[in-house]
């Protein structure tokens, strides 16, 4: 694995999984029904974007098994979502685009959080 050390990786873990606030389960079937929107249906084990795969891989490893490309893409995830976050979650016309977006990537900024 990279160069990142066990305190740094518990760290992108903890935030990742905060973030990506979906369930491997809601997350497979968002990009399910995000696939069946399109002309073509994909099938349902590569529907939706490389980095949703990839995210959706990611829930349903340990963090032992993870690999530089995970790194990668964690960090990817934690900066992106990041930067997207709204504190404002009250509905707004065209707010629809921007959800979806971020739930391809894991995380849907209108649930509650646990």
């Known amino acids: 694995m990279s160069d990142i050390d066990a305190l740094e990786l518990d760290a992108l ?13 809601e997350l497979s079937a968002w990009l399910r029904t995000e696939a069946a929107a399109e002309n073509a249906e994909q099938l349902p084990e590569h529907a939706g ?13 340990r963090r032992t098994d ?7 893409v964690m960090y990817a995830i934690v900066d992106t979502v990041g930067a997207q976050r709204r504190d404002d979650l009250e509905p707004q016309a065209g707010d629809a ?13 209108l649930k509650p959080p646990e």
Do not use: C, Y
């Open 13 to 25: 873990w903890e935030e990742f999984h905060r973030l990506v606030n979906m369930t491997s389960q």
């Open 66 to 72: 993870l690999t530089d490309d995970d790194i990668k």
């Open 97 to 109: 685009a921007w959800r979806h977006r971020l739930m391809s990537l894991g995380h849907d900024p």
């Open 49 to 61: 974007t490389a980095t949703g795969q990839h995210v959706l891989g990611i829930l349903r490893k």
